[in-house]
DNA sequence: AAATATTTGTACGTATGTATA
DNA sequence: CTATACATACGTACAAATATT
């Protein structure tokens, strides 16, 4: 284990720290030694006597880097470098979403705007692209949808899976990141709120095969049909009458 | 021994804590006194007592909430509500942009064209709304955009103000945000990455125009033209591609 | 204008739980 | 099973910023 030749950089000057700044020098180490999602990070006393403050410092440092996904600390084993996901922005909403509804479900509504909005942009690009293909995995979501959906089940994962996956055929990682991630905003605050459960869900289950045959087909406009019906009980339930 | 379902109030059971759940705590703590942006916290000794946990344990999960601007924090004079911005989004997307490109400029093209779909996707949206209206606020940003270019002084904040205003019209304070948000991230990491200026920007100038203009026509089409118009010099500098 | 009280920021020491070799 | 390395947690003391008297 060779753990004397760690910071090649990071903070020639030992002294005067200010406030954030540790944070941006860990940041820094990172960018520098040019790491990647996975890499072990320096042990946290190492990071100590590299930047030159204390344990508290480096450990508050290392939390809020947790929480940004910048970095993973796994407990009795090391800290590595994160994966740079959207799970702050997840966390963000949700509880901006629980907290806000004091007047109305206005957080919630536009959460869910936004779903419309990113799938509706996606329409063009995706027609283009599966236009003349077979999706046989997105066929079989769909079926598994519909299995669990007349079997009186839920089919959250499912969904969400459904729609992770047509996201990722637009070779826009970031783009599926944020569908993913306002599915799971989405869906997280929706049962805290004490509302039912949209009632006619059978229209969505439907809404995902059309949205993969209107794709395939090249249909952009059948497509963007698709999505609105995919929304509209939704929509429905939360008593939207914008869009 | 008894691990889960706490949260009665705050600090019912002081011993036995797990990690993560003093956030979770402080959490449950602004939801059920139905705190809004800007009340104040207890103080970090109140909540030490409060919760039973340290003050460092009570500050690193402070620092936490911190990042996810779900608290503030005020030297020497308290911890308020945050403001629940969409800041941490920000701040991983541009570490995620400035670490990525080691092999290429996808990350950013990635934000970029999130950027578009966004655009194009307030286009219906907003054609409703503006159609008829006129916005002088809207024409005054561009008469100083129109200025400082021609001057050969930089426009960022002039046009971060203009995207910020012109989507405030929607009345989705999220997709707001996230314009917002996203206008940041572009352009605090295009400077880093040492790329030449987008050379023809005036078009950039005088696409807002028309953005303004095709909006109070009503005219959603044309719109969308001037939204692509608008992102053409920049998509060209960056080498795209694709859509 | 200056001293003081309050509150957050930093540092350091120590003990304990936990995963790996 | 033992030993080691590391993360987690606690407590105290002091520094720095802010507000109030």
């Known amino acids: ?68 996904d910048i970095v993973e600390i796994r407990h009795g084993h090391g800290t590595f470098v994160g994966q740079l996901s959207l799970a702050p922005l997840v966390e963000g909403l949700v509880f901006r979403g629980v907290l806000s509804p004091g007047d109305d479900l206005t957080a919630l509504k536009e959460v869910v705007d936004v779903r419309v909005a990113l799938d509706l942009a996606m329409a063009g690009e995706l027609t283009a692209r599966l236009k003349g293909t077979v999706n046989p995995d997105l066929d079989a979501l769909v079926d598994d949808m519909e299995r669990q959906s007349s079997a009186g089940e839920s089919f959250a994962e499912i969904d969400r899976e459904f729609h992770s996956v047509l996201a990722s055929r637009l070779g826009n990682r970031l783009v599926q990141q944020l569908v993913t991630a306002f599915w799971e905003v989405h869906t997280a605050v929706y049962p805290q709120l004490g ?49």
Chains 1, 2 share one sequence.
């Not at 820094?28 to 072990?40: H, Q, R």
């Not at 508050?60 to 929480?67: D, G, I, N, Y």
Request: net charge neutral.
């Open 195 to 243: 509302l039912a459960p949209a009632s006619d869900i059978e229209d969505t289950v439907l809404a995902h095969r059309s949205m993969v045959r209107a794709a395939e087909s090249g249909d952009a406009e059948a497509l963007q049909a698709a999505i609105v019906a995919h929304y509209a009980p939704l929509k429905r339930a939360l008593g939207s009458l914008d869009t």
């Open 1 to 68: 284990m060779n753990k004397a030749a760690i910071a090649p950089i990071l903070g020639a000057d030992a002294r005067m720290q200010r406030p954030g700044s540790v944070t941006q020098q860990i940041k820094n180490y990172i960018l520098l030694n040019k790491l990647k999602p996975g890499d072990p990070m320096p042990t946290e006393t190492e990071l100590c006597t590299a930047i030159g403050v204390s344990r508290s410092s480096v450990r508050e440092a290392m939390r809020q880097l947790a929480t940004l």
